[in-house]
């Protein structure tokens, strides 16, 4: 991961975040909910090659010792090359820096790249919510809640 670097989003990300947004989700995120406003509990993240192209992201939010994976995408021409893994790696130890000792995420039942992906770093089932996620053909989709605990190795 030498090559890529973990940058604050800030307006000059946004363009490309959105363009990758809409190009990786089912239901995508609105510019304005990209925007990035950020909190004292928010951590929002770029993942940028040499070239300065933004290949990821994720946005996160830590409250007491507890963090929740609100969004996170990879380009499509670098899913499949280990970036996922290599951004939620990041991902995992910015969180344990902000004082986080448990992650929370959500993901679509349907999948299953995420979720192999998530079960590889140490996630684990808790829960389901029925008909959680809109699908383009008008039906619902379960998201399944996952947690995973982190440490200073955070990987």
Not at 23 to 28: C, D, E, G, L, T
Not at 93 to 106: I, P, S
């Amino acid at each position: 991961m030498t090559d890529y670097t973990l940058q604050p989003i800030d307006d000059k990300h946004l363009s490309d975040i959105v363009r990758i947004e809409q190009a990786v989700h089912i239901a995508p995120w609105s510019k304005t909910q990209l925007a990035p406003a950020q909190g004292r509990f928010d951590h929002h993240y770029a993942l940028v090659n040499q070239d300065d192209q933004i290949i990821g992201y994720f946005y996160t939010r830590c409250v007491a010792g507890e963090a929740e994976l609100l969004n996170i995408a990879v380009d499509r021409p670098f899913q499949g090359k280990g970036v996922g893994h290599q951004l939620l790696i990041l991902l995992k130890k910015t969180l344990v820096a902000a004082g986080a000792n448990t992650l929370w995420l959500e993901v679509r039942q349907s999948n299953r790249g995420a979720r192999a992906l998530y079960q590889k770093q140490g996630f684990e089932l808790i829960s389901r919510r029925a008909g959680y996620y809109p699908c383009p053909d008008g039906t619902t989709e379960d998201a399944l809640i996952m947690r995973a605990q982190l440490g200073n190795d955070a990987d």
